[in-house]
Structures are given as structure tokens and as C-alpha cells.
């Protein structure tokens, strides 16, 4: 089993921990540092970003029934559940597949690799080949560090600022001059009304979505947890506006990755499971005596509703996306369906939390390689008229299908 964990300071990029593996002297491998686990569902966040840039708000509604089809692209939601007409918001909190896959669609895959990399994630990164990304890179496919991914959330805990980072502050002489000192280079990733948005996302997702095992932090904290096909890695990254920790585990035979099912008992290793109380246990440690910070106010954006009835008829009647009732992508029919957690976690007075990818793997069946993903470009329709208080969403030129993501 491999386990690591990185720790960065969102300010200023000191890398304050480093766990690389349980002997190194044993195994000279350092699991913070290393590219060898696909990262799951904790690439959502960018996908939200991106999407928070181009006026979608966690207000518009898609449709998360599963299984969905988009661009050639089949899929299913863990378990293959189905939530009906759902909110950004709440497709966070599933972290449902259908959902920001048809999301990254409308978007464009370029936007949010493009996302990606602005908060801090290498364009070296194995899966990152920005010459060949398609709709599954939203699910996780591309396999950054521990120490990348930690230092890409710490950019939305420090406002959309991503910081340079280094594990050395100090450098002093054996006569005790100052040889050397730390000075961070700070480069504006986000405007900080997206990086705000994402942050109150996260931190309700801590509250009571899938990384609902991190509110023991007892403190506020944004987190997003990560699952991948054939449950071989787990991920827990999170922050407080203090702190940015990734903590992953996977498993290799060989230098194989393979299953981590039955490990601790489990049948599937989520993110919410084993990650989440390393990264729990690690944190309260870490910020033991440190005064407790509350998130910057969430930007009153999110507070804001459209009035798609107004929406649909400034569009000639028919509901823009974002709306219930715009038909866009080709979904298998299916109802409203509920599940248990796999970490048998249920939150009080709501519905059961159902992770996946990044919480339980989807099935995805790709196009045949004879053909490309298409693109289908979109269509001009009239602006929408907006009422007091709201947003109008924006698609982008061409990049992706027009569709509603759960």
C-alpha cells in the first residue's frame, strides 16, 4: 500500500509536511512527490472554476441521471444512481459524473485543463496532454503529486493566488549570516470571487457532502474527495484558509497499480474513508493552537436564482441551458435514485451521501478510436433577459456539446 501526504501554507508556499512512505531506508520511493495515482473527482473543483468564469452559477440545474451519453462518451454515476434535475451545488456534494462531464462539455475540456494549471498543476503531468484531453479528464484520469494537488487547492484557499513553493525558508552560515531566505512569487490564477465560489462549495461538501468525514476537523475546511476506476487510488484534499493538505493512497504489485478492495475491511477504499481520517488526524495536529479562521464571505453570486420561466421566454419558449427542460444530451431513462455511502456515513436530516469517481468508479465507453470526439458547435440564441439578481449563463465558442451535467 502506498500512502503520502503533502502540506503547503497558501499564503506563501512553504511546504510545511512531507510523508513520503513508511521506510525509506526500505523503499526509496516518495509517494508526496511521485506521479503514480490518478487523481479522481478531486479534478472537479477546476471543472468548477472554469464553469464559475463563464457565469454558471451553483444554482443551474442539470440533469444527473445515470447512465448518460455525452459526445460518444457513456457513463455512469456510482452505482449508477440517478438524481434527476440537480444544482452544481449539489453535483458537488455527490460528486456526480454525469453531471460534470456533460458540465466540462459545455465548457470546454480546454478550459478546464486550462484551469487546472493556473491553480498549480504541471502541464507535465502524466494524463495532461493538453494535444489529447477528452471528457474523461474531469473524472481524474491525469496523475499529479500529492504535493502538486496540495498546492493547486491552496491557490482557491488563498483567494485565486497560487504561490511558488519551497521546502526551505532559511538558509544561515556557520558564522549565522543570513545566506539564503524564502520570498514567495504570488501570480493571480483567479479572480477571487471564483476562487470564493469554489471554496464554499467545498466547504459545504465538508459539511455534508462526500468529504463529510473531515468535519471532525472541528474547524471550517473545503475539501474534495477522489476515487478511480477499479478503486486503486483514494484521495482527501483539503484546506483551511491556513493550510492545504493532500493526503492519497493507492496500490501497486509490482509497480502495478491494482484493487485496494478489502483493505481495512472495506469493499471499496473511498476518499471519505481511510484519507479523510489521515487528513483529519494530520490536520488537528497541524493547526493545534492556531486561532480559528472562517472562509472569506461566499460572493453574493451564489445567492442568486434565475427565473427560468422569464429564461425560456426571451429564448422563443424554449428553457436555456441550466434550466429544467433544456434538452440537450441523450441520457437512458431512469428516475430519482438514492443509495447508501460506502463508508456507511449518513448525514442527519438529508440524503444519503453517494460518492464516485473520486467516490466510486464510473463505467466509461469511449468512442472507437476511428473516430474523434466530435464537436458540435453552438448555436446562437437570443440573450436572455435577465431579472434583478441573476446571471445568465455563457456558453463557450464551439469548445464543447451544449448539454445540462447533474
Known sequence: MRIGLASVRPSTGEIVAIYGGEDFITNQINNATRHFAQAGSTFKPFALAAATEQDFNLHTMWNANSPCTVNGYTLTNY???SFGLSSLLKATLHSINCAY??????VGVDKVADAALRAGIPSSTPGLNLDALDLTFVLGTASPSGLDMANAYATFANQGMRSSTSIVKQVIGQNGGLLYEYSPTLTAAFDSRIANTVS???EQNVDKGTAFAARALGRPAAAKTGTTDGNKSAWLVGYTPELSTAVLM???IKGLPVSMSGTGGLKTVTGGSFPAAMWTAYMKGALAGTPVTAFPPAPDSINDRWNCADLSASNGGTPPLGCPGAASMEF???GIG???N???ITIPGSTTVIPNIGDGAPTINKPSKASKLPTVVSTPTPTPTKTKGTKTPTQSGGDGAPGRAG
Do not use: F, M
Request: aromatic letters at 4%; a negative charge; zero cysteines.
Open 101 to 106: 462531464v456533460q458540465l466540462e462539455s459545455v
Open 79 to 81: 452505482g449508477d444512481r
Open 250 to 252: 493507492a496500490k501497486e
Open 200 to 202: 464554499y462549495a467545498l
Open 342 to 344: 460506502p463508508d456507511g
Open 332 to 334: 437512458a431513462p431512469g
Open 338 to 340: 438514492e443509495a447508501g
